[in-house]
């Protein structure tokens, strides 16, 4: 059965670029996110594992880890970092695993439907990991999970976004409308009355009696 929000991540040792990690234990304190890319040196995990790079200070200053992986070994990671920083200027600073026996793909349910057991002569197309994203919170259990097909490169960005809503979110009781970006207005959730909304936040404007929007409060 497939991972879903609310589970506890599955702990794991792999070994990585940085050596051996045993996987909550890496994680600590914070939040991390593991996402998974095919296959080395093809050219939209190029740019995916580049802008990961780039945005990797963003997600420190938010106390998120970043871990890669692929079943790829981890050799051939380090073979490849070069690459990606003549393609996109980031050098790649957060572990990648090396997933050759499939271990985690198989634990984080990463591998495409017809997958084979092994890495051995396999192609793209069949036991590679897909594009998975599990953002997991500091009490280990996941917050977010999304899949793109092999060809489909992600969109950071929104991963980042949607790491300001969660913890925004886990700290006061808001919720984050669509679209929504650091600094606009959020959504006062059911849990709060009307006369604690005043208490809580100060003004706030009822647009539907069930849609309550008031100022970002402030981290
Ligand atoms: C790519 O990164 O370009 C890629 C990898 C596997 C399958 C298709 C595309």
Redesign the pocket.
Known sequence: MSLRINDIAPDFTAETTQGTIKFHEWIGDGWAILFS???NF?????TELGTMAGLEGEFRKRNVKIIGISVDPVESHGKWQDDIKTATGHSVNYPLIGDKDLKVAKLYDMLPGGAGETSEGRT??DN?TVRSVYVIGPDKKIKLVLTYP??TGRNFDEILRAVDSMQLTAKHQVATPANWKQGEDVIITAAVSNEDAIKRFGAYETILPYLRKTKQPSA
């Open positions: 890319h095919p296959k093809t050219p939209v995990c190029t793209p197309a590679a092999m060809t």
